[in-house]
């Protein structure tokens, strides 16, 4: 069935340092890939997101790559700061209904001041 | 960007009461939207797809009955949790895409939680 694996499951880096986030994604035919970032108690929010005539994209601190034929992309947030401390969930188009996604499992990202 | 509200935000109930939860889209119209449930460190578990004017679609597992959605307008989406239990106690998350924007963007609310005594 449709994956998507994410990793890591906990980050925690220094601020002013870069983080990265990895997601695989199991079905080839997916072609759109939202990253979210969810704060406590709150609703997931969209930070950017990549299709998949993309390899790259960036948005002020945060990019995302993607490596179509690894079926691998990934979220590049740099000059850390507190304020992006908060999970972190990948999404990858699903096939089996229109606007429906595959999320990944998140990622807990600690940004330590 | 788009605007998704939902309401209440939070709500305690006594077990084998019922509990509405309203998705709106503020800014668009939705004429499909998505109901998830997350448990605690967990991610988000996709329940149902709701349609306007008809029938909501249920993932494998989710009992179409204890989870009762209407989709009455091109801007509301209502999930009824029918005769709650303790189990039933979640952060429910609604989304709708934008579909007049050019790409499949889900917009999330910000979230109903429930706690079931």
């Known amino acids: 069935g449709e994956n998507v694996e994410q990793h890591p499951s906990t980050l925690s880096v220094q601020e002013g340092d870069s983080a990265v986030i990895k997601c695989t994604y199991s079905?080839?035919?997916?072609?759109?890939f939202p990253w979210y970032k969810q704060e406590l108690g709150k609703g997931p929010q969209l930070i950017i997101d990549?299709?998949?005539?993309?390899g790259e994209k960036k948005d002020q601190r945060i990019a995302v790559t993607l490596n179509k034929t690894a079926k691998h992309f990934s979220l590049h947030i740099t000059e850390t700061q507190p304020e992006d401390s908060a999970v972190y969930f990948c999404a990858a188009s699903s096939t089996s209904g229109t606007y429906k996604y595959i999320f990944g499992t998140g990622t807990r990202l600690k940004v330590l001041a | 960007g788009a605007v998704v509200s939902q309401h209440p935000s939070w709500v305690i109930c006594k077990s084998g009461t019922s509990v509405k939860i309203e998705c709106r889209s503020l800014?668009?119209?939705?004429?499909?939207m998505f109901w998830y449930r997350q448990f605690p460190k967990q991610s988000l578990m996709l329940m149902a797809t709701s349609n306007e004017g008809s029938k909501a679609t249920y993932e494998q597992g989710v009992e179409k009955d204890k989870f009762l959605i209407n989709h009455a307008s091109l801007t509301l989406s209502t999930l009824t949790v029918t005769s709650a239990h303790p189990e039933d106690s979640s952060f429910y998350i609604c989304?709708?895409?934008?579909?007049?924007?050019?790409?499949?963007?889900?917009?999330f609310g910000p979230g109903t939680r429930l706690t079931v005594l």
């Open positions: 989304s709708a895409p934008d579909a007049s924007g050019s790409t499949d963007t889900q917009y």
């Open positions: 079905d080839s035919a997916s072609n759109y």
């Open positions: 990549i299709r998949s005539n993309v």
């Open positions: 800014d668009f119209q939705a004429t499909t």
